[in-house]
């Protein structure tokens, strides 16, 4: 462990761990994260901005956790005020992740996140959304609905003093209209889920019985093992022209799953949240990793790192036990 950080290949083949280990998950995380920001320059909504926002949660945060911040900070102080953003995308997920890691921090809104917040106002598109990226990379990466559920969440997280402004009061009044019921009613399950972890920071974006229906339709899609399976979230189509596996479970699935579910307010001890808990810690692999099959195409599996930061925010939203 003592070598560079590398991007390991994501194989299915690989083996399961003998046993859970939380650790082995977040220096899996971590790692790839560093290796990431170092090699591409860039943020992801798969990994690194997935990693800043799992690993700020915890009491004993990992050895790379303060540098890909620092990039981060980089990224939007310095970077964008040379070179602009490289897609409205990256505004929005770079507010959300700035603002929830100082919440999970306990600081006050940085100025990198303020930043980060006052240029995704900017960049709101008249009807309130987003214009959002559209590489056919479900499910972060194919329709603007993502961008707008991501954006909610982002400004839920900041504190009142930022809330106040009139601006901001302005753009969340925009995009509540957007996020209309009809909307609502279209989107991807996937995407109406993130709505239950915006209105569990600040209530309003969601009704009672639409929180009660999402948490439903997730319930019902967990699978016979216990775990949920991604592309049933959402039924998107593969780019590469082969069937959609919608039955087997998967690493971003169950953890995704669990932690919308933990943040509509299911408790720990329920039958489908034990059960889901319980596939995470018989399917992490030897890397620390838990695998996911890309939703797109058979090549790099990218989605295998949210998949874990999703896993490793269910683990802490549930109490589970961290290793020293």
């Known amino acids: 462990m003592a070598e560079e950080p590398q991007i390991i290949q994501v194989s299915s083949e690989e083996p399961l761990a003998p046993e859970y280990s939380h650790q082995q998950a977040v220096q899996f995380l971590d790692r790839t994260s560093m290796a990431w920001t170092n090699k591409y320059k860039c943020f992801t909504c798969h990994t690194n901005f997935a990693h800043l926002m799992a690993v700020s949660e915890l009491e004993r945060r990992p050895e790379f956790f303060q540098k890909v911040h620092a990039s981060l900070d980089h990224l939007v ?24 890691v100082d919440r999970n921090l306990g600081k006050p809104l940085s100025e990198s996140a303020r930043v980060a917040l006052d240029k995704m ?12 990226l559209k590489c056919d990379w479900p499910p972060m990466e194919s329709d603007d609905q993502y961008g707008a559920v991501v954006a909610a969440v982002a ?19 925009k995009l509540k209209a957007y996020l209309s019921p009809d909307r609502k009613h279209e989107m991807r399950l996937h995407h109406r ?10 209530p309003g974006w969601i009704s009672q019985k639409e929180i009660d229906l999402t948490v439903a339709e997730l319930t019902a899609l967990q699978r016979p093992d216990g775990g949920w399976n991604t592309p049933s979230l959402g039924k998107w189509d593969r780019e590469d022209g082969a069937l959609p596996d919608r039955e087997t479970s998967d690493g971003y699935g169950t953890g995704f799953t669990l932690l919308m579910l933990t943040k509509a307010g299911v ?24 695998y996911t099959r890309s939703v797109s195409r058979d090549s790099r599996h990218f989605l295998t790192h949210a998949g874990t930061a999703m896993a490793i925010m269910a683990m802490h939203a549930c109490a589970e036990q961290e290793e020293n």
């Open 121 to 132: 106002w900017q960049v709101q598109q008249s009807d309130g959304g987003f214009d959002w």
């Open 77 to 100: 102080q310095e970077r964008w005020l040379e070179k602009g953003p490289r897609w409205d995308a990256e505004v929005v997920m770079a507010a959300m992740t700035l603002t929830i």
């Open 193 to 202: 889920a993130i709505l239950l972890w915006a209105q569990s920071l600040m």
């Open 155 to 173: 400004i839920s997280a900041a504190p009142g003093e930022y809330l106040s402004k009139p601006y901001v009061q302005d753009g969340i009044s």
């Open 267 to 290: 408790k720990r001890d329920s039958k489908v949240v034990q059960q889901g808990l319980s596939w995470l810690k018989q399917n992490q692999r030897q890397s620390g990793r838990w």
